[in-house]
């Protein structure tokens, strides 16, 4: 079982105490690895349409580098009592977004032979042209320019981290909304090669792994993102219906509605955890949707309900809960 750490594509590590596999290998017969891969503008910087052949897969660095590490695991597991037609890929968060996109990707083909998406499923990938723009944003700030683009690798790493940080917020990229604000802007890139198209939406890359593989959410999944909130747990029936109104606009009565049927007893505070973890069951959903009509593999779907006890059950159900 090869782990892919969670972070997104910015952050993150396959050495964090929380992804120790001890308690996995003591309980069953399985090799468990963890790995680390470049991130963020390290990984996943698109240069290829500015700087040409050479740059090839630069916007896909961070994932061919997990690519890399399963070629590394075919090859050499068996030295360490694994069994190189028996691993599986599995990830949460990010890393279930990881699982996604090698799904996809023909370099991994036939080096992994199940999977398992922990509560983020990747739909598409980042295209080229918001990629390209990123990157492009990137060099007027380091003052840079495209025929000078070695001078990238002489740059202290904190220097393009600076750089990427201080980038100001846009809310428009050649008509594709794109927030190049953070070391979240840089993501994998459909490049037409490595990630050759996108995974899951319209429709399953043609170029789909199809390995069978286990997909879910926990119920609770933004109750660990809300925790701070000032009005956790006594939020009113009127703001409930303000915030959902805000975000979903005319469908909110409906929705609320839905909600207020399938759980009777539920709080205003519970109810808006509830609406807003849905995005991520229904991402899972899609693709279990995708993988389905491109394929015969199974799949297997979850929803993690235990909830911990931790400050009165203020994280009920949560993102990340079902790690330890």
């Given amino acids: 079982m090869v782990w892919l750490h969670g972070g997104g594509f910015a952050a993150g590590s396959g ?46 660095a961070g994932m061919l580098d997990i690519v890399l590490a399963l070629q590394w695991v075919h090859d050499n597991i068996k030295a360490f009592g694994g069994d190189a037609n028996n691993v599986t890929i599995f990830g949460e968060s990010g890393g279930g977004r990881k ?8 370099s991994a083909k036939g080096l992994f032979h199940k999977g398992i998406i922990q509560s983020s499923p990747a739909l598409r ?12 944003h990137l060099l007027e700030r380091l ?10 690798q002489n740059l202290p790493a904190q220097r393009l981290l600076e750089a990427v940080m201080s980038m100001p917020l846009r809310t428009q990229v ?11 802007s840089f993501t994998p890139v459909v490049d037409g ?13 043609p170029y789909l792994n199809d390995v069978p593989i286990i ?18 747990r006594r939020l009113t029936e009127e703001e409930l219906t303000e915030r959902l109104t805000a975000r979903l606009g005319d469908r909110a009565k409906s929705i609320l509605n839905a909600y207020r049927r399938s759980r009777p007893s ?46 009165g059950y203020l994280f009920k159900a949560s993102h990340a809960l079902e790690i330890p």
Avoid at 99 to 106: E, F, H, I, W, Y
Avoid at 175 to 181: G, K, L, R
């Fill in 215 to 232: 997909i879910g959410t926990n119920r609770d999944e933004i109750a660990l993102m809300v925790a701070g909130d000032p009005r956790r």
């Fill in 125 to 136: 990938g980042m295209a080229s042209t918001t990629g390209t723009d990123v990157a492009e």
């Fill in 143 to 152: 003052e840079i320019k495209k025929n000078e683009i070695e001078k990238l």
């Fill in 99 to 106: 699982v996604s996109l090698l799904l996809t990707m023909p």
């Fill in 15 to 60: 050495s964090s105490a929380i992804y120790n596999g001890t308690n996995l290998v003591k309980r069953g017969d399985v090799v468990v690895l963890t790995i680390n891969h470049r991130l963020n503008v390290f990984g996943f910087l698109h240069l290829a349409d500015v700087a040409g052949e050479k740059y090839a897969g630069s916007g896909m």
């Fill in 174 to 184: 050649r008509s594709e909304v794109a927030a190049i604000a953070s070391l979240m």
């Fill in 193 to 205: 090669r490595y990630l050759p198209a996108n995974p899951f939406i319209p429709k399953a890359s």
């Fill in 266 to 311: 539920a709080t205003p505070w519970d109810l808006f955890i509830g609406i807003l973890s849905e995005d991520r069951r229904l991402g899972c959903i899609r693709l279990v949707e995708s993988k389905i009509a491109a394929g015969k593999a199974p799949v297997f779907m979850y929803l993690f309900t235990w909830e911990s006890d931790y400050k």
